[in-house]
């Protein structure tokens, strides 16, 4: 299956200085150039390589590692200058992108790049896989198993809140439940 050239062009947006926040030897740090919360980042690795988590194998833990670090380091300047924010690092299970790129996305989803229900179920379920976890699980088992339609389904799932578990009927009900509520989450 062809991709189309969207999914091609992180290649490009990390040679762009409006797009670049951030980089060393190893990664370089962009701004989503769709981003589905106010602060929403992708650390990828140098140089650009063209596979998903799936291909991710145990050698990898280290590149994981450093991606992490620096999605972290970012943060962290973040929340020096906004206390509120909170952040989660990690990758989509099925990635919409060739490249491999790490998610920086704070947790506020406020953004008018976040459109519809693909978009809120790729950050709020389980589709949305913690570096963490990640890392764990190439130390542990040498590989990443991802069960595409799994995943996929899970794009499909009803808009859930992922602090307090309630389902709203359409986004823009869902973002307005979401900005004022006061449950805890546990991911």
Request: proline share 4%; charged share 30%; aromatic share 6%.
């Amino acid at each position: 299956m062809a991709r189309s050239h969207w999914a091609l062009a992180l290649a490009s947006a990390i040679e762009d200085d409006k797009m670049r926040v951030d980089g060393d030897t190893k990664t370089v740090t962009i701004k989503d150039g769709y981003p589905k919360a106010r602060h929403h980042y992708l650390v990828i690795p140098k140089p650009v390589q063209s596979r998903g988590v799936a291909s991710l194998e145990k050698g990898d833990c280290e590149l994981v590692r450093h991606m992490l670090k620096r999605g972290e380091d970012l943060a962290e300047r973040l929340q020096a200058k906004d206390s509120s924010l909170k952040f989660r690092f990690g990758f989509h299970a099925v990635p919409s992108m060739v490249h491999l790129h790490l998610h920086v996305v704070s947790q506020d989803f406020d953004s008018p790049s976040l459109k519809n229900k693909k978009h809120w179920n790729s950050f709020t379920t389980d589709f949305f896989l913690d570096a963490e976890e990640i890392i764990s699980k190439l130390q542990s088992e040498g590989s990443i198993k991802i069960d595409k339609r799994h995943y996929e389904d899970l794009l499909k799932n009803d808009l859930a809140c992922p602090r307090c578990k309630v389902v709203c009927s359409n986004l823009p009900r869902m973002k307005d439940h979401y900005g004022r509520c006061k449950g805890k989450d546990d991911r």
